[in-house]
């Protein structure tokens, strides 16, 4: 089982920038990749990126490419989610999780389905 434990959420406005990390614990040697998703009010949860554990590749929706950079220092277990000029369409909880040891697909894995341990979930509000 992996922990994941989110932070740096906040509220900014639009055009601001934050940064949020993720710490995993537990059978992290276990990871072969991780993502970030968020969940907007009355919407289902959506992928945002995903990060290759050992090689580094990554992965993004369209709605964020070229704003949102993810990453992962390996040493300390720890991904992150570098997000740039914010829209109040970004707005949301935003979840990191960490691929299912189960997931046999192809790269990148995108679907919640392929996902097996999930964070708390840290707020971002962006203001207009």
């Known amino acids: 089982q992996v922990q994941l434990v989110e932070s740096g959420g906040g509220s900014v406005q639009a055009g601001g920038s934050l940064r949020l990390s993720c710490a995993a614990s537990?059978?992290?040697?276990?990871?072969?990749?991780m993502g970030w998703f968020r969940q907007a009010p009355g919407k289902e949860r959506e992928f945002v990126a995903v990060?290759?554990?050992?090689?580094?590749?990554?992965s993004y929706a369209d709605s964020v490419k070229g704003r949102f950079t993810i990453s992962r220092d390996n040493a300390k277990n720890t991904v992150y989610l570098q997000m740039s000029n914010l829209k109040p369409e970004d707005t949301a909880v935003y979840y990191c999780?960490?691929?299912?040891?189960?997931?046999?697909?192809?790269?990148?894995?995108?679907?919640?389905?392929?996902?097996?341990?999930w964070g708390q979930g840290t707020q971002v509000t962006v203001s207009s």
């Open positions: 999780a960490a691929e299912s040891p189960f997931y046999d697909g192809n790269w990148p894995p995108r679907a919640t389905a392929d996902f097996g341990s």
């Open positions: 537990g059978r992290t040697f276990s990871i072969s990749a």
């Open positions: 990060i290759n554990w050992s090689g580094g590749r990554t």
